[in-house]
């Protein structure tokens, strides 16, 4: 008997003891609570994780000269200038820090990222016949740099090889000559290329068109340049313009049937199988045609451009654009932006934000379709 009793009373105390409670303190406890120091106190943001909400740079009186481009997903790279330099920022556009990435003694014009952003060219001059080409890292260490006489400068870079870019210099008088620089390798090689506009077709081939140059023409055949062995070859008789991406080829051709429409032909560069056409509306521009902005994003396959809503004369067309992209692997256009200008693009690598304006000052958000201002001056 003994025995059950004290069986029952360690019982008790252990369901005693278990039970849970709904409340921290004792119901007479709680009104001593600021007095033993137990005030309810804020949740940290870190707990939620970093915020997603785009800030825009405030540049204080700073001279803002222009957004770069993407470091990555979550960072920009932008210039500005005073008296004795200019310099190159980072800016993570959701935490809103900044920190100094690259300085140069002479005025920074422009800069470009690679394929991948792990090297950046800065086209950079003091004066109106020489620039120096500068290669800096992601870390914004400088890798290599080139001087040479040129009033102005085109440049590519290889998707298929990081280190190398395609560049054209020009004089004053717009005569020109062809090199290829590889930054890795730390040489510049003039080329045979006879044409001063080019993009990458392959690891070693270029394309271009050829215009003549004694008569005006709206269109112009496509040839590829092999670099190795000087080969020229003819890709297609007659386009108005085309790009290049990694693997991919576009062309744009007027439709047989109608000069105000035109059809953008997607094509493998090597074999030039047709992946996928679409057509879009034509703007004429002088002695040319319009064409609007675009980006490739290869992760999704799809083509993002501007898209006008009339035909007509770019001069006298009064309307806007809307920004839409196209699925090369479903065939499908979705609208992302209504009544929108058609200014340059620069979309991040996962496709998420786009820079937007001829200074990259603004940014498009996908996630609500929205255009915000990156840069306030």
């Known amino acids: 008997m003994r025995f059950k009793m004290m069986f029952v009373f360690v019982m008790t105390l252990l369901i005693v003891g278990c039970n849970p409670s ?10 001593y609570g600021k007095k033993l120091g137990l005030e309810k106190q804020p949740i940290p943001e870190e707990f939620f994780g970093e915020s997603k909400e785009i800030k825009s740079l405030d540049m204080n009186g700073e001279a803002f000269n222009t957004v770069g481009g993407w470091l990555d ?29 690259f300085s140069s003694d002479s005025r920074i014009l422009s800069l470009k990222p690679n394929e991948d952003h792990s090297l950046f060219l800065l086209h950079t001059s003091n004066s109106r016949d020489k620039a120096e080409l ?20 085109e440049y590519v870079w290889s998707p298929y090889k990081k280190e190398q870019l395609f560049i054209t210099t020009f004089l004053q008088d717009w005569s020109f000559k062809t ?27 270029v394309a271009y068109m050829s215009w003549g140059v004694d008569e005006p023409s709206i269109e112009a055949p496509l040839f590829s340049f092999d670099l190795t062995t000087g080969k020229e070859t003819l890709l297609f008789d007659s386009v108005i313009s085309f790009s290049t991406f990694r693997d991919l080829l576009l062309t744009v051709q007027m439709q047989d049937d109608s000069e105000s429409y035109s059809f953008y032909k997607f094509t ?30 290869e992760d999704t396959k799809s083509f993002i451009t501007f898209k006008p809503y009339n035909t007509g004369d770019f001069d006298t067309y009064t309307e806007l654009f809307e920004l839409t992209s196209y699925s090369l692997e479903d065939g499908k256009e979705t609208t992302l932006l209504e009544n929108v200008n058609s200014y340059p693009i620069l979309f991040s690598e996962n496709g998420e934000f786009g820079l937007y304006g001829y200074q990259y000052e603004m940014i498009i958000d ?11 001056d």
Do not use: C
């Open 179 to 205: 090199f290829v620089m590889d930054s890795k390798k730390e040489q510049v090689e003039q080329t045979n290329v006879k044409e001063p506009f080019v993009q990458w077709l392959d690891a070693t081939t």
């Open 22 to 31: 709904h409340q921290l303190y004792e119901n007479s406890d709680v009104p």
């Open 268 to 297: 493998k560069p090597d074999t030039k199988e047709k992946l996928a056409q679409h057509p879009y509306p034509l703007l004429t521009n002088y002695s040319s045609w319009y064409i609007p902005y675009q980006y490739y994003n």
């Open 366 to 376: 996908t996630r609500n379709n929205k255009v915000e201002h990156l840069i306030n």
């Open 134 to 153: 500068i290669v800096i890292d992601e870390t914004g260490k400088q890798v290599f740099a080139w001087e040479t006489e040129a009033y102005d400068l």
């Open 73 to 101: 997903n979550e960072s920009i790279l932008y210039i500005t200038d005073n008296a004795e330099k200019s310099n190159i920022y980072r800016y993570h556009i959701f935490n809103g820090k900044k920190e100094l990435f």
